[in-house]
C-alpha cells in the first residue's frame, strides 16, 4: 500500500482490516504527486498537505518512477531478463514496469503483486499485457513470502532467472530485521543470474519530520532509513555500479548529463544473485 508521504513513485504494504478507504485517498494522493490523473480533490488536498510539510517529495516520486524506468530497461535490455516480480505495484500510472519491458522485448512475464483491491481492481483493468507476453497480478502481502511466492510461481518460471522488484515498500515494515528476512527469502527462491531492485525513502532532517508528523495521523507508518541500511537488503549479491545512491543519479539518462542531477530523500540499487 502505497502512501504520499514515501512518495516513491510505487506501492507497499501496510495496510490492515478496515482502512480501505483511507488507502484509497492515499495511493490517489500519491498518484498526484507523481503527475498523474486518476485523483480527486480531497486527492489534491491531501498532496498539498504533504508537499506544505514535504516540498521535496514530488521530486522523489518523479525520480523514483524514472529510476523504475532505467533500472528495469537496463534488466532486460543489457542483463537479458526476461520476468519480473513487481511487489507492491502501486496505483497505475506512466512507464509501469511491463509497459518498460516488453516495448524492447514483448514476451517478458511480470507478476504485480499488492494487498490493496482497489489496486488490483485497477491493475487488472488498466496494465494489459502484449499478446506475446504475460501480465498477472497476486493478491498478496509481502510478509506473506511463500503464498506470494506460491502464486507468482503460476506465471513465472523460478527455474529461470527473475527481478524481484521492490520500490517504496520496505519502508511500510517498521521491523527492520523482518525487512531482511522478506529480502533473504525472496533472494533464495530466485536463481542465480536474478536481480534486487529496492528504492526507498531516507532518513533526511527534513524528511523524519514530515514522517513524523504524517505518521501521527496515518493508519499505516512509514520507516525511512540510513542509506546504509538500504544497502544492507543487498548483502551477498553482486551491486551493480553505481552502487546503493540517491535515485536520481543511478545511471542518469544522457540528457540529464552535464550538470547531475539534484540528489532526493530516497536512495537505491540494483544487485545481482551470483
Not at 543489457?78 to 522485448?105: S, Y
Not at 493478491?139 to 527455474?159: H, I, K, Q, S
Request: with cysteine; charged share 25%.
Amino acid at each position: 500500500m502505497e502512501s504520499p508521504l514515501p512518495g516513491n513513485g510505487h506501492g507497499g504494504f501496510g495496510k490492515r482490516p478496515g482502512e480501505t478507504d483511507r488507502s484509497r485517498d492515499r495511493h490517489r494522493a500519491s498518484g498526484r504527486l507523481r503527475g498523474g490523473k486518476d485523483h480527486y480533490a480531497a486527492d489534491r488536498e491531501m498532496a498539498a498537505q504533504v508537499m506544505d510539510v514535504f516540498p521535496g517529495i514530488v521530486d522523489v516520486a518523479r525520480q523514483s518512477r524514472a529510476f523504475l524506468r532505467r533500472a528495469v530497461r537496463h534488466l532486460v535490455f543489457e542483463a537479458g531478463i526476461r520476468q519480473f516480480l513487481d511487489i507492491g505495484t502501486g496505483l497505475p500510472t506512466a512507464n509501469n514496469t511491463h509497459e518498460v519491458a516488453q516495448a524492447i522485448d514483448p514476451a517478458c512475464r511480470i507478476v504485480y503483486v499488492d494487498n490493496d483491491p482497489l489496486v488490483l481492481a485497477h491493475a487488472r483493468a488498466l496494465l494489459t499485457s502484449s499478446d506475446e507476453g504475460v501480465t498477472e497480478y497476486v493478491d498478496a502481502d509481502v510478509r506473506d513470502v511463500e503464498r506470494l511466492l506460491d502464486a507468482a510461481a503460476r506465471t513465472l518460471d523460478f527455474t529461470q532467472p527473475v527481478a524481484v522488484m521492490m520500490l517504496g515498500v520496505l519502508g511500510n515494515i517498521p521491523d527492520y530485521e523482518q525487512c531482511h528476512g522478506i529480502v533473504a527469502r525472496l533472494l533464495d527462491a530466485v536463481v542465480p543470474g536474478s536481480y534486487l531492485v529496492i528504492n526507498d525513502g531516507i532518513d533526511t532532517e527534513q524528511r523524519m519530520q514530515a514522517t513524523e508528523e504524517y505518521n501521527e495521523k496515518a493508519a499505516s507508518p512509514y520507516t525511512n532509513r540510513s542509506p546504509d541500511q538500504i544497502g544492507a537488503f543487498f548483502d551477498g549479491v553482486e551491486l551493480l555500479d553505481p552502487g546503493v545512491v540517491s535515485t536520481s543519479l543511478w545511471r542518469p539518462e544522457a540528457q540529464q548529463i552535464g550538470s547531475p542531477p539534484a540528489e532526493v530523500a530516497a536512495c537505491c540499487g540494483v544487485g545481482r544473485k551470483h
